[in-house]
């Protein structure tokens, strides 16, 4: 039996890449808003799964009865989607060797090299500093995610010829900044960003959690 896999989240860039994962590696699971707007991140039961309060989470219960045997929790977005890569045999990394180790490079540049700079962007937002503050953060973001126009080249995806866990990472982070991008001047992304949105996976991810 498989196991049976819920996943918490709400409509945030990191909550859809879980979600979009699943959805590419076809495996079934339930999606649970936890809504932020009242705090429910930092209610007992959501710290219960995830001390620090943050979303996504992801709850996997093996076992028989699915019922809290051999459970693993899963708090991080890119640990999600590398755990449905694995439970999907390869669906989300090339096997080869070398295609592999090219789609993690990029998909670590996404992760070390512009996700993170939207989230200290947005810590120095909540912390009540001004735009100006966080605006070399975000402008370091766009200008990496326009890199994208010469790491594609002519090949579709951003690991080369075949989707992966560097696409959906670099999804959720351009979408996030679509409004901010020169789109005419990046040809390239715009394709790319177009076939990875017009994917059914990544439109059942986006609407995981309603
Ligand atoms: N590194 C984590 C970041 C998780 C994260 O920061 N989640 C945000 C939503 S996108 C959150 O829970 N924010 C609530 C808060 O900080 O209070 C991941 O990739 O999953």
């Not at 990046?186 to 959690?209: D, I, M, N, S, T």
Request: with cysteine; net charge neutral; hydrophobic share 50%.
């Amino acid at each position: 039996m498989p196991p049976a896999l819920d996943l918490f989240g709400a409509q945030t860039g990191n909550c859809f890449r879980a979600a979009i994962a699943l959805e590419e590696a076809g495996l079934a699971y339930t999606p649970s808003l936890v809504d932020l707007a009242s705090g429910a991140h930092r209610g007992p039961a959501h710290l219960a799964l995830n001390p620090r309060g943050r979303v996504p989470v992801l709850v996997v219960r093996h076992g028989a009865d699915q019922n809290g045997a051999d459970e693993l929790v899963l708090t991080q977005s890119n640990a999600i989607a590398l755990w449905a890569d694995v439970q999907a045999r390869g669906a989300l990394l090339p096997r080869d060797s070398v295609a592999r180790a090219i789609a993690v490079d990029r998909w670590l540049f996404v992760v070390t090299d512009i996700i993170i700079l939207n989230g200290a962007a947005f810590r120095l937002q909540r912390a009540g500093l001004p735009k100006d503050a966080r605006a070399p953060l975000e402008a370091e973001a766009t200008g990496a995610l326009a890199d994208f126009e010469d790491l594609l080249g002519d090949r579709p995806w951003l690991g080369g010829e075949t989707f992966t866990l560097a696409d959906i990472a670099g999804y959720t982070i351009a979408r996030h900044y679509q409004a901010a991008l020169d789109w005419a001047r990046l040809p390239r992304l715009r394709r790319w960003f177009e076939a990875a949105g017009g994917r059914p996976a990544v439109q059942r991810g986006l609407a995981a959690f309603g």
